[in-house]
């Protein structure tokens, strides 16, 4: 009677190991998709940007869906004050499944060459 108390004790703690696991992979999941959306988002702004400088806005955001996660977008530019020509360009990405939520931020810098 006590080893199937003890084994039943053990099989307890192993399902709830592998539920945190789960939980855990779901969240890098989450968390991988909103860097690949970020990414995207950064070529989008670079390709624009060096396009067509008269209209370009810099600032920019928006919503996504991927499956049930939603993201939502922002990126703003930044003239960096060294150097005329690049920017500073700020990526934030939040997403929502469920009751689940995170935030991530992506940095990098942009030239943008002034016409002279």
Known sequence: MISISILSVG??????????????LRISQNNLEASLLAEEKMAEVEIVAKQDKATFSKDASGEEQSGNIEFKWQIRLTPDSGYEDLNKVMDTVYWKEGRRSGVSVFSTYLLIPHDK
């Open 11 to 24: 099989l307890i703690f192993v399902l709830q190991g592998l539920t945190q696991c789960l939980s855990i």
